[in-house]
């Protein structure tokens, strides 16, 4: 019996992208990065109080400037911090749209995980109700 993968490859065929699937992907990429290091989470919550200098950010985790601007530099490439020069001095503010991104993307399994976990809830109920005998007031066991 002869098998043939030829049917299955796109011989001379432009290659084909589904760009709908994740659109954001890159920046939700970034925003996850980011926001997975416990320095730059720190650093994000500083910044919602106003803006603040490399300095400022670096101060409470002992680091040293370089390092500090290394995190910022990943929370700029997300989208969540914006840097503006001042003569010798870095101001970094936040922005918060990014964020939303991700909200919207993490709120998917929130209602995902809300369901399951209602289904199982309704599941053990139903499940408790069948197997326990129906006790009167006063009863004890």
Same mark, same amino acid.
């Given at each position: 019996?002869?098998?043939?993968?030829?049917?299955?490859? @796109?011989?001379?065929?432009?290659?084909?992208?589904?760009?709908?699937?994740?659109?954001?992907?890159?920046?939700?990429?970034?925003?996850?990065?980011?926001?997975?290091?416990?320095?730059?989470?720190?650093?994000?919550?500083?910044?919602?109080?106003? =803006?603040?200098?490399?300095?400022? #950010?670096?101060?409470? @985790?002992?680091?040293? @400037?370089?390092?500090?601007?290394?995190?910022?530099?990943?929370? =700029?490439?997300?989208?969540?911090?914006? *840097?503006?020069?001042?003569?010798?001095?870095? #101001?970094?503010? #936040?922005?918060?749209?990014?964020?939303?991104?991700?909200?919207?993307?993490?709120? @998917?399994?929130?209602?995902?995980?809300?369901?399951?976990?209602?289904?199982?809830? *309704?599941?053990?109920?139903? =499940?408790?109700?069948?197997?326990?005998?129906?006790?009167?007031?006063?009863?004890?066991?």
């Amino acid at each position: 019996m002869y098998y043939s993968t030829n049917r299955l490859t @796109f011989q001379g065929w432009p290659f084909i992208f589904n760009h709908m699937v994740e659109p954001q992907a890159p920046q939700l990429d970034s925003v996850f990065h980011a926001l997975g290091d416990a320095t730059r989470r720190h650093m994000l919550r500083d910044l919602a109080s106003g =803006e603040r200098t490399v300095g400022q #950010l670096a101060e409470p @985790f002992s680091i040293s @400037f370089q390092a500090a601007s290394k995190h910022i530099k990943a929370l =700029e490439k997300a989208g969540l911090v914006h *840097r503006e020069v001042r003569g010798r001095t870095h #101001l970094c503010r #936040l922005d918060p749209g990014p964020l939303a991104s991700a909200h919207r993307w993490l709120n @998917f399994y929130e209602r995902f995980w809300n369901d399951h976990l209602d289904a199982l809830e *309704r599941l053990l109920r139903k =499940e408790g109700a069948r197997k326990s005998p129906t006790r009167k007031k006063g009863d004890h066991q």
